[in-house]
């Protein structure tokens, strides 16, 4: 079947459980990722209520929103969150977010997770259901799932609701596939002479062309180092006095190393989250650099080793039983004279 014949054709997953009665449209990320003139998405999805998409994971999802448990009842407080970026490959220039919330009762949806029940689930969508491996960044895999439109850019997710008929699924196809080379960007094919998104409907330049996938803007240097350290957000400037924002995630290196003076490149997953009410699509571009090693040359990283949860000391990306086991061991043979 041609990739283009694979994009229009709608099946029924012939797999047991959710999928077996749910119609999936089997489509590409260039497709799923169409907008219009306004920005707001032309997906068509031909009466199907989800979508299956394939590519290469650029990240752990620990690396970009932090998935520690935390049930506090609050308006839009989300407690743990999950999201992973899948880049197409070959022809297929677009890529799509994956999200997941532990509290969608605070905001938009009507129940929330449990910590033991948010727990599972993530420990479920970190591994492969076929062979239990551990996904990383740079594996080729498959996600099938229902979808919504967010802030600029259609997204897979549970359309807010905790129940398992939402649930979305992630399969290995291929492991170690290696991450995609990052592209080349310079700030003047991002934005126009007045700092403004170059937007494009049709998605052949500007930040659209480059959503949810690895790009390198060149050339640039921090305007507000102030600002420094993870979960928090900078601008960058060309030479032209251009500036973008960058978010700087949760990797470790942004908390342990200064940050970088000078000409650099930033490496990032290029994202789009459109604020205000009711939010602009066509704005709200933003790189998110997963980590840094110190280099002082290049602001972010394509390494493919993951995180973990605090408290899971055996690494398998579930806290449980087992890791209290280990923690009560370790805590004995550091001091045994309380074992006695």
Not at 4 to 14: D, G
Not at 86 to 104: K, L, R, V
Not at 242 to 271: A, E, K, N, W
Not at 280 to 307: A, I
Request: with cysteine; glycine share 10%.
């Amino acid at each position: 079947m041609t990739r283009m014949a694979l994009s229009s054709a709608v099946l029924c997953l012939c797999c047991t459980g959710l999928w077996s009665q749910v119609p999936v449209a089997s489509t590409t990320h260039s497709a799923f990722q169409a907008v219009d003139s306004y920005g707001f998405s032309t997906y068509t999805h031909a009466g199907s209520s989800a979508v299956s998409l394939q590519g290469i994971l650029l990240n752990a999802p620990e690396q970009w929103l932090d998935p520690t448990p935390d049930p506090t009842v609050a308006p839009w407080q989300m407690g743990g969150e999950w999201e992973i970026y899948i880049q197409g490959e070959e022809d297929d220039h677009a890529g799509t977010a994956c999200w997941m919330g532990q509290n969608y009762g605070n905001g938009p949806g009507f129940d929330n997770y449990s910590n033991a029940q948010w727990l599972a689930e993530i420990w479920r969508l970190n591994h492969d259901p076929n062979t239990g491996y551990v996904f990383r960044p740079g594996d080729r895999v498959r996600v099938t799932g229902r979808f919504l439109f967010y802030a600029g850019k259609m997204n897979i997710n549970e359309n807010h609701e905790v129940g398992p008929d939402y649930d979305f699924q992630l399969e290995l196809i291929e492991p170690a596939v290696g991450l995609p080379q990052a592209e080349s960007v310079t700030l003047s094919a991002l934005l126009n002479e007045h700092n403004e998104p170059l937007f494009d409907p049709n998605r052949l330049e500007g930040p659209e062309f480059y959503q949810a996938r690895l790009v390198r803007i060149e050339d640039v240097n921090v305007v507000n180092p102030e600002t420094w350290g993870p979960n928090t957000d900078i601008q960058v400037m060309d030479a032209h006095g251009l500036t973008f924002p960058v978010h700087l995630c949760l990797g470790t290196g942004l908390s342990q190393h200064p940050c970088p003076t000078g000409q650099i490149d930033v490496v990032g997953i290029m994202d789009q989250k459109a604020t205000g009410y009711p939010p602009d699509p066509t704005q709200g571009y933003r790189v998110l650099v997963l980590d840094y090693d110190g280099n002082g040359l290049v602001l972010g990283t394509l390494s493919t080793q993951r995180g973990n949860l605090l408290g899971d000391l055996n690494q398998d990306y579930r806290i449980d039983e087992m890791d209290r086991m280990l923690l009560e061991a370790q805590s004995n043979q550091a001091m045994p004279g309380l074992a006695e």
